[in-house]
């Protein structure tokens, strides 16, 4: 029989029990449900222990260590020098305070596991920030994402919506290859090459060159050298950088250890009083300080006394006081606020010593008494009679605000370091302090304002603890009235002070000065006292130091904690006297005292020095005097009285109170007549202690005339005894509350029942009022009322309590012999204590399995097992039976078994609520059990007993069938008892036989599998199984208990399997989850089949708890120091090889995950990426292809949890599985390395930030129905987790588990999304650089095989997907090498149209980061010259290159043109000194390209800078399309994107115009109908610059035709051009009867209808567009300077329009005074212009056509289309002046013709050419009556004939007012001649011929308007007439012919017509 069993016969009948019940357990199993689960599934756990030593040797680094945990003694924390004990013989006590004394004093017994540590059960929020503090002192890794963004990005937007390319284009990869060159794009007459470029390419300077570029290597060589790189300065802990992603909730295995208990400290203040003074200083003044809650109308602290008084006031009381103590001369005390709020105060209050009525001592301090030597004589003579009586004075209170805001100003304004609280006496009211306060900052207004509004309580605690010191001096005191003592009053007036009322009280002041520092209390006070005058550590040396005092806290709400030290306090307040009634002979009494003593006795010898001195005075005296109120009989006091208690508190002790009258007479007289001081009134007493009980609480009590009787002191004074004469009858006449604070008198009833019953059995003094009959029936009665006792109190008595229940169960008192039979009720008793401290609403934290922070500090801690007594023959197994010849002590792990084992009904369900403390209260048990026995030496197979281990399978059993039948009826109870029995099961682990531990491990196992595969839905059994699975795993020896195998040793198997008849010929492969795999490492195996199952069932909850309990515990894996060496990283990777073929099998719902989520945008070129390899079209072993996609959740963890495998493993083995896998699989593999880049990439700073400001949670709407329906609403976790995410507004009367209050150090956890900024760099880049090691890896283990060029090429798309998004510029440099390296592998086809790697290689030219534009540049390099050297494939790269930078520069977010400038100067560079290749052609086609690409890039770039100028803009994307001009496809994008922007802004005809030459393209490239563009050349005469000699492209078609022709149709019919959308159908007819589509046809010729059709209408009505000449001059112009340009501008525009426009757009961009129009068009020149400025000149200009082109331009619209020749006039003289007589008027006209024909793609076009027509005077005036002939035409001919147009043109040639101007040509040019003074010219003549014109078509037009006008114009007519004919009859002589005359033709003033040209 073993120790344990043999004590357990006295119990009765529980050893039958005990078989009873096994047998019936076994009835009651589940084993039907057994069938349902295959053999297979349930694989046998190896016997470790025999095995271990066999397959680990002792010596393995991975192996169990021996001596893995320690019993060890920890000293007690105490902050005092010495433990706090009673001064009195403890041998009288009672036992309860005998027993919380050893408890306040033991030190404790602790169970070390000397490498828990390393456990994921410990990895708290503490562990995990020193392990990202490690993490993040890593070099940083730099992203492009994160760099300060060039300007170019503002303009991303822009170009962005410029670059797409219409889906339905076909790829440019089906282009044939075409050679470009510089010249083809580039070389064009009116753009050479740079002339947009900011910087010319030659003065660029270049990256630095990679010096082993050149260098010719075997690929082995260079993969070798790459490798060595990749691998330097890497993260080893790749998941610690991962661990801030992971969620802290689903952190099942978290079993935080207890904290050492300690005292709960609320928000310490240190306060020193540095002066207090009246202004009229003259006695000693004595003053308290205390906290109030103005709110709660509750004192928070004991008072702290303090004097400042000076020396020789001090000497005035030497009377009274012989000495003082140095704990009395505190001036600084520590204050200990719990709950800080806006309404707590510091209160001061002042006294002096008694002299009589108040208002007359008052008076001298408020009025300047000059009777200064008065009032000190008087105040002497009071300190000398009177001197140990004081009476009130004054108070003050600052306000914790006042405090904080000081301390605020303070930090401030540092010229001050007061807050002035001044009081002045001329104002002093309540409204004055009110408005102090105010000033201070603190919340006196009314609550509406909401600058002021005080801060709620849990924003003012941060800042009670980060305060600065401040110091608070008070100016003045508010007088004490005598009626307003009380504590209800002073809350009255902290309330006015705080919130102003209608009629606040009025207070008189009393001018003074208090002057306190506040500072936050540092850790460590040197010469500390604690409320007891116990010294704190550390004490000072020096003993004469003032020490500074602990203010014991009065808590508004107590803290539900334990007690840790000794106390024994009691506060006495006198509240209330009335003596009204009391008549006596010796007078009345008025001014009345009360002396309170302790009395142990009836004598007054028996006062006890108990009463704590206040300042100035002895440590301790026998007596205390409140203070005196003269002259009133009913006095409200406010005094607090401290007595210490003694320990021995016994029936004898009592409180007496004597009143006195106190003598205050004012005369001197002569000492005889002096009367007494002293007259006793009266007395009452109060006794301390009944039946072992404490007095408390308030008390109203009568007062005895006279001296009480005795034994007075055992009865309470409401007795009204016989013979005695009592004040009033008998009537309680005084009111007294005692409050004690005390650590030895719990003051709980049933609590001290159960103490007495204790020490009644225990110690055999059993009350005479029980009776030994009753004895155990009490006991009985006192245990099982024991829970109902206040649980709060419960709490603080935790320790003694449940010590003295672990004795009871193992130790059994026996009455008269008998040993008592009490386990059954202890053990329920346990629990039910248990179960209340759980449930607790206040107080206690309890962690998310709901366990109670007070128990586990007790099992850890405080617990003291009883244990038998041995003797050191005795230790060691097996244990004698005669160890305990008393029997009197059990073994409480073997007892609480036994009693849970047979426990039934409410006893079994109380012990399943709280299965987690028993168990940690048996593995405690436990653990000390092998240590005081020995057990700990034996093998671990003979540590514990068969019966002890009999009853844990039982227990065991019973506890997962209790899970199996409860599940779905109370979650909370089912969810709690997993992780219970889990944790349980971890425990021992670490101290019982492992193997017989695994045996339970598959127990539960198979019952769980047996229960799930019976039931259709049971996803809460399996979420349980796995997090049962996922505790056990946390196990810090988790590695060793899986025998991993050695780097040297075979897989054998550690037990013969009873599969090997199954097992094939051939070796699974190493990622196949095999038997043998999980028989010898069996928890891995474990986990790794409950992993497959969980991810081939429908449930994402499920899915994602299986992958968070594997990625768990890879993250602890990779913060244990003792798996850092890669070999032993490599042996643990071993254990989870299968987990490849896991994820390979799930790789379809991974990549439908992905879909959804893959945002990122694409180039068309690597479009085709995905079919390389989709899993789901290449595997065949791929099931349920209907199956969901995973949440993103799990999609991100499972693969994270790949990406660390891939790290840890060896390649070896990596390079075997990859060997081993079936060829159809390895692209599968491949994808699932591109999904990995895709789960992992860094999404930069900025976007990190964002998450966090929006709080995003990482629970999602799956994890919600996981707390609701599975957990169940009721389960600690669910209520634990809404708790955290509704924050701590518990619902009042609600019985909480967890209050934030007093969470202490372990607060809520922050955010988990919320890590240090580098770490989610450094992920991203580790996981980058694992990813690409595997990819090589992958690549050179498939090098022999028949697939490695596939596998090659598949590797490269992944590489260029991964370089596409964000990558660190450390990562990229190892990618280029990749790329490089792949490059060589592929050869030619790594150019193929689907890679793209062109456009990803250029996108990393244009990088910011210097080192990855090198690696950029000399990857392109390289690529450049790798095809080169292979042949007739450099083309293809350059076609490539040169598309790809269009695509590029509106994608990239980190695009520099500066940066591309410096990687193409690179590559030049290159190819410059490229020793190889210099005697080829290959170093000019590389400058021909890099000079191309460097144009394109300067133009393209230029448009940000002008995206506010349109007409720039548009020349530029022109410019740019032509750079593409053999580039059909992006041409035609471009094309495509200058008609949008032209639509946008209403330029209809030049949309129009850019799909016509996108049309003229498509028809050069099919080459239309034989003519190709020319085709529209009759639309346009500029569609001819689409023509060109390139191959044709057949993937251009006639739809593509069509559709830009209907396009531009419609747009040219909207601008009105009908004529040219006849032209354009004129091309679209024949195609459409080609392909005989008849409606389209139809279509077409109803638009032609509606054309011409409106043609007619607006004939004569038409409008087009306005022209003007516009030069720019200056250099802020940049390229335009100098330039001149033809702005082709809406109908009708005026000039001062065109003005206004740009004077506005340039004066914006360069600054209005900077800007200056030139309005002429003279000539400008430059250099006559200031530098500074920007000069623009502006002419309005007209169509200009030679006479011939006017002959067949007849129409309007004629004479408005396909123009380029433009002309302005310049009027001058001879002389300089621009105007002169008409002799001297010369005229200047310029023709300017442009590059192209309006109208074009562009509205503006460079003029290329001018030339100037000057006209002598003679051809103006010519000119001039030619203009008027055809106006007089125009006006005439006009049908319908228009009256009032007629007669304005009419007035306008013959009219009286302008008749001058005809004639006066005549007379100047034609007089001459007519006279003969001149001959005639051939211009004269034409000239007269001109006015004869004039002249009959002035009659004509004169002629019809006779016939159109009515009878109210006839006189008009008449005078028009009349006009006419003046008019003839002068011209009359002057138009006749002439002779010629022979000689020269002259000019009328004699100057020859070249001279007028030398003039010009």
Not at 688 to 716: A, H, W
């Amino acid at each position: 029989m073993t120790l344990g069993r043999k004590y357990q016969q006295p119990s009765g009948n529980a050893g039958d029990a005990r078989k009873v019940y096994a047998s019936q357990s076994k009835v009651g199993t589940l084993s039907g449900c057994s069938s349902s689960i295959s053999l297979c599934d349930m694989i046998e756990p190896p016997d470790y222990e025999e095995v271990a030593d066999r397959l680990m040797g002792p010596r393995d680094p991975l192996a169990y260590p021996p001596h893995d945990m320690e019993l060890c003694t920890v000293p007690r924390r105490i902050r005092t020098v010495t433990h706090v004990l009673p001064d009195e013989d403890l041998s009288k006590a009672p036992m309860f305070v005998r027993d919380c004394i050893r408890t306040y004093t033991s030190d404790y017994t602790v169970v070390e596991h000397k490498h828990r540590q390393h456990s994921g059960s410990t990895l708290g929020r503490e562990r995990l920030g020193a392990r990202l503090e490690r993490l993040a002192t890593a070099p940083r890794q730099l992203y492009e994402v994160d760099e300060d963004q060039v300007p170019w990005n503002t303009f991303i937007y822009i170009v962005a919506s410029l670059i797409q390319v219409p889906e339905s284009q076909p790829s440019s990869g089906r282009q044939s290859v075409a050679s470009i060159s510089s010249s083809s794009s580039c070389n064009e007459t009116l753009t050479p090459r740079g002339s947009w470029a900011s910087l010319d390419l030659r003065s660029s300077s270049s990256d630095p060159l990679l010096p082993d570029l050149f260098e010719r290597r075997p690929p082995e060589q260079q993969d070798a050298i790459n490798e060595a790189r990749r691998l330097e300065n890497r993260q080893a802990d790749l998941l610690g950088l991962y661990s801030p992603y992971l969620d802290e909730e689903e952190a099942v295995e978290r079993r935080l250890a207890a904290e050492m208990p300690s005292e709960v400290a609320g928000h310490r203040i240190l306060v020193h009083c540095h002066q207090l003074k009246l202004e009229l200083d003259v006695e000693p003044l004595f003053a308290s300080m205390a906290l109030y809650d103005a709110k709660e109308k509750k004192k928070l602290s004991e008072n702290f006394y303090f004097n400042l008084n000076s020396e020789c006031t001090r000497q005035m009381l030497s009377a009274h006081v012989p000495h003082a103590d140095l704990s009395t001369m505190s001036r600084s005390a520590v204050f200990d606020i719990m709950n800080p709020s806006a309404d707590v105060f510091l209160v001061v209050r002042v006294e002096k010593v008694l002299q009589g009525d108040v208002n007359e001592c008052v008076e001298p301090y408020i009025k300047d008494d000059k009777n200064r030597e008065k009032v000190r004589a008087g105040a002497q003579a009071a300190c000398s009679r009177l001197g140990k009586y004081r009476m009130p004075l004054a108070w003050s209170a600052v306000s914790l605000l006042n405090i904080l805001s000081g301390s605020d100003r303070d930090e401030r304004d540092t010229g001050t370091n007061t807050n002035s609280l001044d009081r002045k006496a001329s104002s002093s009211s309540l409204e004055q302090l009110r408005r102090r306060a105010g000033e201070v900052g603190g919340s006196l207004t009314r609550k509406g304002s909401v600058e002021r509004r005080a801060p709620p309580a849990d924003e003012l605690a941060p800042q009670l603890d980060a305060m600065k010191p401040v110091s608070i001096t008070v100016t003045s005191f508010f007088k004490q009235e005598t009626d307003k003592l009380r504590d209800e009053d002073l809350y009255k007036f902290l309330a006015e002070i705080k919130r102003p009322s209608s009629a606040p009280k009025k207070l008189k002041c009393i001018p003074g000065t208090l002057k306190i520092e506040v500072a936050p209390c540092p850790e460590e006070i040197k010469n500390g006292l604690t409320p007891e005058l116990a010294k704190l550590q550390p004490y000072g040396a020096d003993e004469n130091v003032r020490p500074t005092k602990e203010v014991l806290p009065f808590p508004a709400h107590p803290v539900a904690a334990p007690h840790l030290q000794y106390r024994n306090l009691m506060y006495v307040n006198v509240r209330e006297i009335n003596l009204n009634a009391y008549t006596s002979r010796a007078g009345s009494a008025r001014n009345i005292t009360v002396r309170v003593q302790l009395m142990s006795g009836e004598q007054q010898a028996s006062a006890l020095p108990a009463i704590f001195g206040r300042s100035s005075c002895p440590e301790y005296t026998s007596e205390a005097f409140t203070t005196v109120l003269y002259h009133n009989k009913n006095p409200s006091l406010y005094d607090e009285i401290k007595i210490k208690l003694p320990a021995d508190l016994g029936d004898q002790h009592h409180l007496l109170f004597t009143f006195l009258h106190i003598s205050c007479q004012r005369k001197p007289v002569a000492p005889e007549q002096e009367k007494n001081v002293e007259t006793v009134v009266g007395y009452s007493w109060l006794p301390l202690c009944r039946n072992g009980k404490l007095t408390c609480g308030e008390f109203n009590l009568p007062v005895m005339q006279e001296e009480p009787p005795p034994n007075y002191s055992y009865i309470f004074p409401d007795v009204l005894l016989p013979g005695t004469r009592w004040i009033d009858n008998h009537k309680p006449i005084f009111s007294v509350t005692l409050d004690a604070h005390t650590t030895v008198h719990p003051l709980d009833n049933y609590i001290e029942r159960f103490a007495v019953a204790c020490e009644a059995v225990q110690e055999g003094n059993i009350p005479t009022r029980i009776g030994l009959a009753n004895m155990e029936a009490e006991l009985r009665a006192s245990i099982s009322e024991l829970p109902t006792a206040n649980v709060e109190i419960l709490s603080r008595y935790l320790p003694y309590v449940l010590d003295k229940l672990l004795h009871l169960l193992v130790a059994p008192p026996s009455l008269a012999g008998a040993p008592l039979n009490i386990a059954q009720d202890v053990f329920t008793c346990l629990a039910n204590v248990f179960t209340d401290v759980c449930n607790m609403n206040e107080g206690v934290t309890c962690d998310p399995h709901g366990r109670s922070s007070l128990i586990t500090a007790y099992i850890q801690y405080q617990c003291t097992i009883p244990r038998p007594s041995l003797a050191d023959r005795d230790i060691g197994l097996p244990l004698p039976p005669a160890v305990m010849s008393d029997g009197s002590c059990k073994i409480l792990h073997e007892e609480l078994a036994l009693q849970w084992v047979v426990a039934s009904g409410a006893t079994r369900d109380l012990a399943m609520h709280n299965s987690w403390a028993l168990f940690e209260l048996m593995i405690k048990s436990m653990c000390e059990y092998l240590y005081w026995s020995g057990a700990h030496e034996a093998p671990r197979k003979a540590r514990f007993p068969d019966q002890f281990t009999d009853d844990i399978t039982t227990l065991v059993n019973n506890v997962t069938t209790e899970i199996i039948s409860r599940y779905g009826k109370n979650s909370r109870l089912t969810q709690s008892l997993n992780n219970s029995l889990a944790f349980f099961l971890f425990d021992l682990l670490s101290i019982a036989d492992r193997g017989y531990v695994f045996n339970l491990i598959r127990s539960y196992h198979k019952q769980m599998s047996a229960k799930i595969a019976s039931l259709p839905d049971a996803v809460p059994l399996v979420q349980y199984k796995l997090a049962f699975l996922r505790i056990i795993c946390s196990h810090e020896h988790y590695v060793a208990l899986n025998l991993p195998v050695g780097s040297s040793s075979g897989a054998a198997s550690p037990a013969p399997s009873v599969h090997s008849h199954a097992s094939h010929s051939s070796a699974p492969p190493p990622h196949a989850l095999t038997h043998e795999h999980r028989s010898r490492h069996y928890l891995a195996g474990l986990l790794l089949h409950d992993l497959t199952g969980a991810l081939e069932l429908q449930s994402p909850v499920l899915q994602c708890a299986a992958v968070n309990a594997l990625l768990s515990l890879l993250t602890a894996h990779d913060a244990d120091p003792r798996l850092a060496a890669a070999e032993a990283r490599a042996r643990v990777a071993q254990l989870y090889m299968p987990l490849l073929g896991i994820v390979l099998d799930a790789a379809p719902m991974l990549s439908r995950s992905a879909g959804a989520r893959d945002v990122m945008q694409f180039d068309g070129e690597m479009g085709q990426f995905n079919s390389l390899y989709n899993p789901s079209a290449n595997d065949p072993d791929n099931k349920q292809p209907g199956r969901p996609p995973f949440n993103s959740e799990t999609h991100r963890n499972l693969l994270m949890c790949l990406v660390w495998l891939l790290k840890s493993c060896s390649r070896a083995a990596l390079a075997q599985c990859c060997a081993e896998l079936p060829p159809q699989r390895l692209p599968a593999l491949l994808h699932l390395l591109h999904l990995c880049f895709i789960a992992h990439e860094y999404k930069g700073r900025k976007e990190l930030l964002k998450c966090q400001q929006q709080n995003v949670r990482k629970t999602t709407d799956i994890k919600a129905k996981l707390e609701d329906v599975i957990l169940g609403q009721g389960s600690a976790r669910s209520d634990f987790i809404m708790r955290r995410k509704g924050g701590s507004s518990a619902v009042p009367g609600r019985r909480e588990r967890w209050r934030k209050d007093w969470r202490g150090a372990r607060d809520a956890p922050p955010s988990p999304l919320a890590p240090h900024p580098a770490l989610p760099a450094a992920l991203a880049a580790e996981v980058s650089l694992t990813l690409l090691h595997a990819l090589e890896t992958i690549v050179q283990s498939c090098s022999n095989l028949e697939c490695g060029q596939a596998v090659c090429s598949a590797a490269l798309q992944v590489v260029l997907r991964a370089m596409q998004r964000n990558q660190s510029a450390a990562v990229l440099q190892h990618m280029f090498a990749t790329v490089r390296s792949l490059i060589v592998k592929l050869g030619w086809s790594c150019c193929g149209e689907e890679s793209g790697i062109c456009r990803v290689l250029l996108r990393h030219c244009a990088a910011l980061c210097p080192a990855t534009r090198a690696h950029a540049a000399a990857a392109l390099y390289a690529l450049m010259r790798h095809h080169y050297q292979l042949g007739n494939n450099f083309s293809r790269v350059k076609m490539q290159v040169t598309m790809s930078l269009s695509s590029l520069v509106g994608t990239s977010t980190t695009f520099s043109e500066e940066s591309l400038r410096r990687a193409l100067k690179t590559i030049l560079v290159y190819a410059e000194r490229d020793p190889d290749l210099q005697q080829t052609s290959f170093p000019e086609q590389v400058k021909d390209l890099v000079f191309n690409l460097h144009m394109i890039l300067s133009d393209t770039v230029k448009m940000k800078e002008f995206q506010e100028d349109p007409e720039m803009l548009l020349d530029l994307m022109h410019r740019i399309a032509r750079g593409y001009q053999h580039s059909p496809d992006l041409r035609l994008t471009w094309l495509n994107n200058m008609a949008q922007k032209h639509m946008e802004r209403s330029n209809h005809t030049e949309a129009g115009m850019c799909l016509v030459h996108g049309a003229a393209l498509v028809a050069e490239q099919m080459n239309a109908r034989g003519r190709g563009a020319a085709l529209l050349e009759r639309v346009t005469h500029n569609a001819l610059d689409e023509s060109c000699a390139d191959t044709l492209h057949h993937h251009l078609t006639h739809h593509e035709l069509q559709a830009l022709l209907e396009h531009a149709a419609s747009e040219l019919m909207t601008a009105g051009m009908y004529e040219a959308v006849n032209e354009v159908y004129k091309v679209l007819i024949p195609i459409a009867e080609e392909h005989r589509d008849y409606k389209k046809l139809a279509n077409i010729h109803g638009k032609l209808n509606e054309a011409f059709t409106r043609i007619d209408q607006l004939h004569g009505k038409r409008v087009f567009g306005t022209y003007f000449r516009v030069s720019f001059y200056g250099a802020l112009f940049g390229d335009l300077h100098g330039e001149e340009f033809i702005y082709k501008e809406h109908a009708l525009t005026k000039l001062p329009e065109i003005f206004s426009r740009l004077e506005n757009f340039y004066g914006q961009r360069f600054g209005a005074d900077n800007v200056v129009i030139i309005k002429d068009s003279n000539i400008v020149d430059p250099s006559t212009l200031p530098a500074d400025k920007a000069h623009i000149q502006i002419t309005y200009v007209e169509p200009y056509f030679e006479p011939h082109e006017l002959r067949t331009r007849t129409t309007h619209s004629e004479r408005n289309y396909n123009i380029k020749r433009f002309m302005y006039a310049t009027p001058f003289t001879v002389g300089g002046r621009a105007h002169g007589d008409i002799a001297e008027q010369c005229k200047r006209k310029t023709i300017l013709t442009t590059a192209h024909h309006f109208p074009y793609v562009k509205t503006r076009i460079q003029v290329v050419a001018r030339t100037q027509i000057i006209l002598t005077p003679i051809e103006v005036a010519i000119e001039d009556i030619q203009k008027k002939i055809n106006e007089l035409a125009a006006a005439t001919s006009q049908e319908p004939a228009d009256p009032k147009i007629l007669q304005m043109v009419v007035q306008g040639c013959i009219g009286t007012t302008v008749n001058q101007g005809p004639l006066e040509l005549a007379q100047v040019f034609l007089a001459p001649v007519a006279d003969g003074s001149q001959p005639p010219t051939r211009l004269t003549n034409k000239l007269r011929l001109a006015f004869k014109d004039f002249s009959k078509k002035c009659h004509d037009a004169l002629k019809k308007n006779k016939n159109l006008i009515g009878s109210d114009q006839r006189e008009y007519q008449r005078e028009l007439e009349r006009n006419y004919a003046r008019f003839a009859e002068r011209l009359a002589p002057l138009v006749l012919p002439h002779h010629k005359h022979h000689h020269a033709a002259q000019l009328s003033n004699g100057v020859s017509k070249p001279d007028y040209k030398l003039q010009a």
